[in-house]
């Protein structure tokens, strides 16, 4: 492992300093991205909602619809 961490150093530092810059940034993003804790599932509550419409369009119809109300 510390000669793959000894090659990505050597690169980072052959870099302008701008990207060297940005490489950090990225780190910190990536780093970021592991330690987040806010994992929420995607919740259904909206399921149901539209059931009263069901007698007057096809699923199809309504996914339609769905989007026009939407836009």
Known sequence: M???LDSVVARIRNLP???QKEVI???HHLELRAN???T????FEWE??????KDRYTSVQ????VLDWWN
Do not use: V, W
Request: hydrophobic share 30%; aromatic share 8%; glycine share 4%.
């Open 48 to 53: 149901g909602s539209l059931a009263h419409l």
């Open 17 to 19: 300093p701008d990207l």
């Open 36 to 38: 987040r804790t806010d």
């Open 25 to 27: 940034e990225y780190i």
């Open 2 to 4: 510390s000669s793959a």
């Open 40 to 43: 929420q599932k995607f919740r």
């Open 62 to 65: 309504l996914q339609h619809k």
